[in-house]
């Protein structure tokens, strides 16, 4: 079956710690990005990646940081820096860039901070 | 900046109504605008979407509406059941990314 996996499908991040929430598709496409969804509002763009070693903030990306070495994976690291990490995290892809073409969501990570 | 609003925030209807979800957008220069659906807990998953020279798209008993020029778009729902019952969200698209409105909650009641 082709689609978007995430792991794992809850998280617990302690003081100071940095964790890392996975996502791989298997959809072979080109762009994929990161969303943060807290209750209330709407998705808020963290990170996207159009093509593989190429990687841009989006709207919250402080507290983040991403990497796109491989084709079907792009990893989001949650750092100490972020100070109110607790969200609903969303891993998205799309056949070309985000603008243009329909984007395809994983089943996302709860993040929870002890 | 584009901002993407959607009125209502909650919606609760008899089974078998026919329903519309309302979405509004500021910046009309926008490439497609999309509808999902996302259950509690979920991912999204895509509904429809409708490119920026188009007026409208349909999909079984789901039907949205693009008007540029007002800057609103429709999702409109015929004979409702209750498997409808989910949020529903707009996106319009920019160049890279898309911006979403808060969604309505549906409830269709059996």
């Known amino acids: 079956d082709g689609g978007i996996t995430q792991s794992p499908k809850y998280l617990f991040r302690k003081e100071g710690q940095n964790v890392t929430l996975s996502c791989e598709q298997n959809?072979?496409?080109?762009?994929m990005y990161w969303y943060r969804q807290d209750p209330g509002q709407g998705l808020r763009l963290i990170y996207y990646?159009?093509?593989?070693?190429?990687?841009q903030k989006g709207d919250i990306a402080e507290g983040y940081s991403v990497s796109r070495e491989k084709k079907e994976s792009f990893p989001l690291t949650v750092t100490s820096a972020q100070k109110n990490p607790t969200a609903f995290y969303l891993c998205?892809?799309?056949?070309?860039?985000?603008?243009?073409?329909?984007?395809?969501f994983g089943p996302g990570t709860r993040l929870l901070v002890l | 900046k584009q901002e993407v609003t959607q009125i209502p925030a909650a919606l609760s209807v008899p089974e078998g109504e026919n329903l519309v979800l309302n979405c509004s957008f500021t910046?009309?220069?926008?490439?497609?605008l999309q509808w999902f659906r996302q259950d509690p807990g979920k991912g999204l998953t895509s509904l429809l979407l409708?490119?920026?020279?188009?007026r409208e798209q349909t999909s079984g008993r789901l039907n949205a509406s693009l008007d540029k020029s007002s800057g609103r778009s429709t999702l409109y729902i015929a004979a409702s059941q209750p498997g409808d019952s989910a949020t529903y969200l707009c996106?319009?698209?920019?160049?890279?990314?898309?911006?979403f409105g808060k969604g309505t909650k549906l409830s269709v009641i059996p």
């Open positions: 998205a892809s799309s056949i070309g860039p985000g603008g243009h073409e329909t984007q395809y």
């Open positions: 959809l072979n496409h080109d762009a």
């Open positions: 990646s159009q093509i593989v070693n190429d990687f």
């Open positions: 910046d009309s220069a926008i490439y497609n």
């Open positions: 409708i490119q920026s020279s188009q």
């Open positions: 996106a319009g698209a920019g160049s890279y990314q898309l911006t």
